[in-house]
């Protein structure tokens, strides 16, 4: 089954414990993009990937950082998470970059900084 | 400030009627405009979209409309089912440029 796999799906830490959010697609995509939703402001593009070693920065990037070794994974890092970026998190996955290109989203990790 | 706005933060329908979802856009090189629908516990999924050269989009209960004067889209779903009840979240791109997100509108259809 196609799909946009993410874990874990809900996480409770505390201040500047490091984490990482594992995301995994089994498209062949090559564009990437982690998202995070906040109530009243939608989705906010973190960091996208055009492809393998290809990274760069969407709207909200300060306090993540991201990787692209392989194809099909795009861990989303908290080196050292605040409270503020207690949030809903979505990865995202589509063909080709061209933004006409129907993204598929994960299922979401809620994350909670305590 | 945001450059896509769905100003209703949740809209209530009765089965069989039409609903209709707005956004409304400040951008105006933004030539892409896109829906998503959203359950609880799932991702977004992809509804349809529309391309700035058409002012309709029609796909079977659901039709965009867009109105690139009044910078402003709309879906409409006629009739409105109970599983349509969803978030729906409007998005915009310019060409090679991510996508902008509206902050999403709760639809509840009432049997």
């Known amino acids: 089954e196609a799909q946009v796999t993410q874990n874990p799906r809900y996480l409770i830490t505390v201040t500047g414990k490091k984490l990482t959010v594992t995301c995994s697609q089994n498209m062949n995509h090559e564009y990437m993009s982690w998202y995070r939703q906040d109530p009243g402001l939608g989705l906010r593009q973190i960091y996208y990937?055009?492809?393998?070693?290809?990274?760069d920065k969407g709207d909200v990037p300060e306090g993540y950082k991201v990787s692209r070794k392989e194809k099909r994974n795009f861990p989303l890092i908290l080196e050292s998470p605040s409270p503020n970026q207690t949030s809903l998190y979505f990865c995202?996955?589509?063909?080709?970059?061209?933004?006409?290109?129907?993204?598929?989203f994960g299922p979401g990790t809620r994350l909670t900084v305590l | 400030d945001q450059q896509v706005k769905q100003n209703s933060p949740s809209l209530s329908v009765q089965e069989g009627r039409i609903s209709i979802l707005n956004c409304d856009y400040t951008?105006?090189?933004?030539?892409?405009f896109l829906w998503y629908k959203k359950y609880p516990a799932e991702g977004p999924t992809f509804l349809i979209s529309i391309s700035s050269i058409k002012d309709k989009n029609e796909d079977g209960r659901f039709t965009v409309f867009l109105n690139k004067s009044a910078k402003h889209l709309s879906l409409h779903i006629v009739p409105s089912q109970p599983g349509d009840s969803a978030v729906y979240f409007c998005?915009?791109?310019?060409?090679?440029?991510?996508?902008?997100f509206g902050g999403g509108t709760r639809l509840m259809v009432k049997p």
């Open positions: 995202a996955s589509s063909l080709l970059a061209g933004v006409t290109d129907e993204q598929f």
């Open positions: 990937s055009m492809n393998v070693e290809v990274t």
């Open positions: 951008n105006s090189m933004f030539d892409y």
């Open positions: 998005a915009a791109s310019e060409v090679g440029n991510m996508l902008t």
